[in-house]
């Protein structure tokens, strides 16, 4: 059983930065893949960004040059760094682990 906590959302402008953590409740280096999605209200959870246990990373179009997802096994923490925030970024923001863990959101607001 994997427990995921995230932290990090909050309230900021357009054009404003977030760092989303998520917090592991076991050795991730064990867990292949991790990652970020969101979901906006009346929309489906759609993916943000995934990392894989080698490195590997993969953003969601919307995001690319303004997301960087990373690891930190030695804290068992995945983050999000959120630059150039856009109001059409607004959701609640779930951590995802391998396979199919989620943990509760954080919610993210931007406004215009």
């Known amino acids: 059983q994997v427990q995921l906590v995230e932290s990090g959302g909050g309230l900021v402008q357009a054009g404003g930065s977030l760092r989303l953590s998520c917090a592991a409740s076991?050795?991730?280096?064990?867990?292949?893949?991790m990652g970020w999605y969101r979901q906006a209200p009346g929309k489906q959870r759609e993916l943000v960004a995934i990392?894989?246990?080698?490195?590997?990373?993969n953003y969601a179009d919307a995001v690319k040059g303004r997301v960087t997802i990373s690891r930190d096994n030695t804290k068992n923490t995945v983050y999000l760094q959120m630059n150039s925030l856009k109001p059409e970024d607004t959701a609640v923001y779930y951590c995802y682990a391998a396979s199919d863990y989620w943990g509760q959101g954080t919610q993210v607001t931007v406004s215009s």
């Open positions: 990392i894989t246990r080698g490195g590997s990373r």
């Open positions: 076991v050795n991730i280096f064990s867990i292949s893949v």
